[in-house]
């Protein structure tokens, strides 16, 4: 049960500013007034967050993870949530035994 | 629907989400384990912060003594975009009193949030929804990640078993699911590309910063020749 308060105060500055931003658009609810444009702008925010999120991985880590995550991606147009999971994660084991 | 069916509904969504962080969240504190920080240690920033891409970060910048500054400014950046997804589901949450609200936010992640607006297209987001979504999810995070801290050693190397890997595979079968054809083509290739440069030239959390603002330039661009939105928005 150790806790250094060095730590402690870490966390809570992490919780503090993560909170505010899970709350801050409230405040901007009813004053976005969007053009169709950055309607699909806006749209686009979760794949690009996702994406962007991940990219290091797929993309920087080696060519065995790019080849897995573009598995995943046409596994994606096919298998629901866990079955892609499982279809790169599967991927990731079998090249890396072959490499 | 009763609560009841939406608190099921909720539940059925949220479950392969929940059992794809398993491994995730081992991880996650096999990693901590790593840094020195204790079980319990781990366990309390998962339940106050609950981030699973900014707690990732902030194990990696983890130095004793703490680096305070640089840690608050890296778990700022990579939730930056909770901003604008609070700001998209707010005003589909139906029937949240001002507590629920201003509770129910505090644990929003990126899965819950994208099955939320994915529930959103179909059917009002009601509190029942919400919370059936939300409990499984932040206890299954605060168990593995705790978990994983007191058995991290023995776990061995979490590359043997790809575990870390169902990040990257999660993330991608979570997109797939805001496919809007070409624009989000054009979004996913200039995030992916911008967050992997960002990442090899400047280092994390700016990959995060840059891919995001990069995918979200390319839908506009790529969505300025879409025919019938010029005519809708004649001021562009």
Same mark, same amino acid.
């Given at each position: 049960?150790?806790?250094?308060?060095?730590?402690?105060?870490?966390?809570?500055?992490?919780?503090?500013?993560?909170?505010?931003?899970?709350?801050?658009?409230?405040?901007?609810?009813?004053?976005?007034?969007?053009?169709?444009?950055?309607?699909?702008?806006?749209?686009?925010?979760?794949?690009?967050?996702?994406?962007?999120?991940?990219?290091?991985?797929?993309?920087?880590?080696?060519?065995?993870?790019?080849?897995?995550?573009?598995?995943?991606?046409?596994?994606?147009?096919?298998?629901?949530?866990?079955?892609?999971?499982?279809?790169?994660?599967?991927?990731?084991?079998?090249?890396?035994?072959?490499? | 629907?009763? *609560?009841?069916?939406?608190?099921?509904?909720?539940?059925?969504?949220?479950?392969?989400?929940?059992?794809?962080?398993? %491994?995730?969240?081992?991880?996650?504190?096999?990693?901590?384990?790593?840094?020195?920080?204790?079980?319990?240690?781990?366990?309390?920033?998962?339940?106050?912060?609950?981030?699973?891409?900014?707690?990732?970060?902030?194990?990696?910048? *983890?130095?004793?003594?703490? %680096?305070?500054?640089?840690?608050?400014?890296?778990?700022?950046?990579?939730?930056?975009?909770?901003?604008?997804?609070?700001?998209?589901?707010?005003?589909?949450?139906?029937?949240?009193?001002?507590?629920?609200?201003?509770?129910?936010?505090?644990?929003?992640?990126?899965?819950?949030?994208?099955?939320?607006?994915?529930?959103?297209?179909?059917? %009002?987001?009601?509190?029942?929804?919400?919370?059936?979504?939300?409990? %499984?999810?932040?206890?299954?995070?605060?168990?593995?990640?705790?978990?994983?801290?007191?058995?991290?050693?023995?776990?061995?190397?979490?590359?043997?078993?790809?575990?870390?890997?169902?990040?990257?595979?999660?993330?991608?079968?979570?997109?797939?699911?805001? *496919?809007?054809?070409?624009?989000?083509?054009?979004?996913?290739?200039?995030?992916?590309?911008?967050?992997?440069?960002?990442?090899?030239?400047?280092?994390?959390?700016?990959?995060?910063?840059?891919?995001?603002?990069?995918?979200?330039?390319?839908? *506009?661009?790529?969505?300025?020749?879409?025919?019938?939105?010029?005519?809708?928005?004649?001021?562009?």
């Amino acid at each position: 049960m150790s806790l250094d308060p060095i730590n402690l105060a870490a966390f809570l500055g992490m919780a503090l500013v993560t909170y505010l931003t899970r709350i801050a658009g409230l405040a901007l609810v009813g004053r976005l007034n969007l053009s169709a444009r950055a309607q699909a702008a806006f749209d686009a925010i979760p794949p690009s967050v996702l994406i962007a999120v991940i990219a290091p991985s797929a993309l920087a880590t080696g060519w065995l993870e790019t080849v897995a995550a573009l598995v995943c991606g046409l596994a994606a147009t096919r298998l629901p949530l866990l079955g892609v999971v499982a279809v790169g994660v599967a991927t990731v084991v079998a090249l890396r035994m072959v490499a | 629907m009763s *609560w009841k069916d939406e608190a099921r509904a909720g539940l059925n969504d949220i479950w392969p989400a929940a059992l794809a962080a398993v %491994p995730i969240g081992l991880l996650f504190g096999a990693l901590a384990a790593g840094k020195g920080l204790s079980p319990f240690e781990v366990f309390l920033m998962s339940v106050l912060v609950f981030a699973g891409g900014a707690q990732f970060a902030a194990v990696e910048l *983890w130095t004793h003594p703490a %680096p305070i500054l640089a840690l608050v400014f890296s778990t700022a950046l990579i939730n930056a975009r909770h901003i604008l997804m609070s700001a998209s589901i707010a005003p589909k949450l139906k029937g949240f009193s001002t507590a629920q609200l201003f509770g129910g936010l505090y644990y929003m992640a990126d899965e819950n949030w994208a099955l939320a607006e994915k529930r959103a297209r179909s059917h %009002p987001v009601t509190p029942a929804y919400w919370f059936a979504m939300i409990v %499984p999810f932040v206890l299954g995070w605060l168990t593995t990640s705790t978990t994983g801290a007191i058995i991290g050693a023995a776990l061995g190397d979490p590359k043997r078993y790809g575990a870390d890997f169902a990040f990257t595979a999660l993330f991608i079968a979570l997109t797939a699911a805001f *496919w809007k054809g070409r624009v989000t083509a054009w979004t996913v290739a200039a995030a992916g590309i911008a967050s992997a440069l960002a990442y090899k030239l400047a280092g994390p959390p700016w990959h995060v910063l840059a891919g995001a603002l990069c995918g979200l330039a390319a839908a *506009w661009i790529a969505a300025g020749d879409l025919p019938g939105k010029a005519i809708e928005s004649p001021a562009e």
